[in-house]
């Protein structure tokens, strides 16, 4: 399986703080990408990107920023959480175009 | 904006066949196909790359029309595993967004 790490697993926070969560890849791939579940609404983009330093909004991108460094580390911030970004979050990756996406195993984020 | 799947979801019993569509509204390059259990991270089944191709193996099989901008995916004989929210996946054409259908729940019943 391909090595596709998010952190945190699981976390619960409050309306108003800030929460980054991370994708971390050992595979050099170049495209990654952070989606959101939520029940009756499949797989949803949020934020994309396709090198270092070269990234692009999804469908539901408000509310949230990324940032890409390095090749295998992939953020995503809510600057300010609100209870409608409680979710599933998944972050994917694949290193050519028209390739399969590899994915992470989803963060459960809680906001109260 | 989303491919949309159809149908919805989809009970069958064990045996039973089952087809999930995928639409596009725009053009479609390639499809894949991927399965989630609850709980999980989706899982890719196949890829579809030229028009009017089909893959698979065994009982579960796809097609593509790249006229239509469809895809369909084909669950014949069905077994208890099978169960699980089905998803079309492509990248738009000319950008690097990889986005997913609205999923399609299927589940077998014994």
């Known amino acids: 399986d391909a090595g596709i790490t998010q952190s945190p697993r699981h976390k619960v926070t409050e309306t108003g703080t800030p929460v980054t969560l991370r994708c971390h890849q050992t595979e050099n791939h170049r495209y990654m990408y952070w989606y959101r579940q939520d029940p009756g609404h499949g797989l949803r983009l949020i934020h994309y990107s396709y090198g270092v330093k070269d990234t692009d909004k999804g469908e539901v991108s408000d509310g949230y920023s990324v940032s890409r460094s390095k090749t295998e580390d992939f953020l995503l911030t809510l600057e300010s959480a609100t209870s409608s970004q409680t979710s599933v979050y998944f972050c994917?990756?694949?290193?050519?175009?028209?390739?399969?996406?590899?994915f992470g195993s989803g963060t459960q984020l809680s906001v109260l | 904006q989303q491919p949309v799947q159809s149908p919805q979801a989809v009970i069958l019993r064990e045996g039973e066949d089952a087809v999930i569509n995928c639409s596009s509204s725009k053009a479609l390059y390639s499809v894949h196909w991927y399965r989630q259990k609850h709980g999980e991270a989706p899982v890719f089944l196949m890829i579809?790359?030229?028009?009017?191709e089909q893959k698979g193996h065994e009982k579960i099989s796809a097609s593509f029309n790249e006229k239509k901008q469809q895809s369909s995916l084909y669950l014949t004989a069905s077994q208890l595993s099978y169960s699980g929210t089905y998803f079309c996946g492509t990248e738009e054409r000319g950008t690097y967004k990889y986005i997913f259908g609205t999923g399609t729940r299927l589940k077998v019943l014994a």
């Open positions: 579809l790359l030229k028009g009017g």
């Open positions: 994917a990756t694949h290193g050519q175009s028209n390739e399969k996406l590899f």
